[in-house]
């Protein structure tokens, strides 16, 4: 079935450090690609998304690139803050399927000032 | 616009007891699902519902874990027995008509704790 392996933390940086959490999927289609965010005490919502291959997906300074020929879809910052202090979740969804959303495990995430 | 509503936010029980959860989508929202989230790990889809059937319940444990959706809106999410294995974070998502691509939106969770 389809899946999702993400770096697994914690990660601990440095305020304006360049962050980097790594992604790939595995599917027999052409799923739609999500980050998902956790913030502290807070519910998950979406951060970004890309519905094809070469979509790029960006939102609060973050970004990611559906690579289609290496199914990955890597999540990037140039310079984090203390409020991106979060757990981060990258998902898929198959598109010919329920819609439903397959998680990887997350990635704790802490930024120090 | 109100989120998804999800109660309780803690609970706490002994095994083989009952429990149930509930939650309220966003208005509007007809497509709801229900995920289950195992400390360290990403939540796992239980259960989706459109309207009031079901489209999905693949990964629900029908030996204990029931759901109900009877008028399209509201759902409840039960358990009975529960298992020391049952102790997750609930959380209960709702998206729009179609559900393609739409972004689901999240409740706060039900955080179980099974004694």
């Not at chain 1, 990660?11 to 799923?31: D, Q």
């Not at chain 2, 095994?15 to 989508?25: G, I, L, T, Y």
């Not at chain 2, 509007?28 to 790990?41: E, P, V």
């Not at chain 2, 759902?75 to 179609?98: F, G, R």
Request: net charge neutral.
């Amino acid at each position: 079935g389809d899946s999702v392996t993400q770096m697994e933390g914690p990660v601990t940086l440095s305020e304006e450090a360049f962050l980097t959490i790594n992604c790939t999927y595995t599917a027999t289609g052409y799923p739609s690609l999500f980050w998902y965010v956790q913030y502290p005490g807070e519910g998950l919502q979406l951060l970004l998304k890309a519905t094809k291959a070469d979509d790029k997906g960006s939102n609060k300074g973050f970004e990611a690139t559906y690579r289609k020929e290496t199914t990955s879809f890597h999540l990037e910052k140039g310079s984090v803050q203390v409020s991106d202090s979060a757990v981060y979740f990258c998902a898929l969804s198959d598109q010919g399927g329920s819609e439903k959303l397959v998680f990887g495990k997350g990635m704790k995430l802490t930024v120090n000032p | 616009e109100a989120g998804v509503a999800q109660s309780p936010r803690y609970k706490i029980i002994e095994k083989r007891q009952s429990v149930a959860f509930w939650c309220n989508p966003i208005s509007g929202h007809a497509t709801l699902y229900w995920y289950q989230q195992i400390l360290g790990q990403g939540p796992k889809l239980l259960i989706q519902f459109q309207n009031n059937g079901v489209v999905d319940d693949s990964q629900l444990p029908k030996d204990r874990f029931s759901a109900e959706r009877l008028k399209g809106v509201d759902s409840t999410l039960k358990i009975q027995p529960a298992k020391l294995e049952d102790s997750a974070v609930y959380l209960c998502a709702s998206t729009s008509l179609d559900g393609k691509n739409d972004e689901q939106f999240f409740g706060p969770g039900t955080r179980l704790t099974v004694l």
